[in-house]
């Protein structure tokens, strides 16, 4: 498989997995599994980030910045 490919396997499995566990409801639920999945995720989308770095340059330093500032700007515009 090319890089691109794993890249975006790893996407679509971590969003299978936002929506099995469901952590806007783990918040609540259970934040032990919560910090648990947000964990993962956390360091999955930072792995990511890193990966797509010779593709996306520009969007892997966004993924980056809005990971070590908690400040979130759309990483491509929006096609209307």
Avoid: C, H
């Amino acid at each position: 498989a090319d890089a691109l490919q794993v890249i975006w396997e790893k996407v679509a499995d971590d969003n299978k997995m936002i929506g099995y566990e469901k952590p806007w409801e783990l918040v609540e639920a259970n934040p032990e599994r919560f910090k648990f999945v947000m964990t993962n995720l956390l360091n999955d989308i930072s792995r990511i980030a890193f990966a797509l770095k010779p593709f996306l340059p520009s969007t892997s330093e966004k993924i980056e910045a809005a990971l070590k500032t908690g400040k979130v700007e759309p990483l491509f515009q929006r096609i209307k």
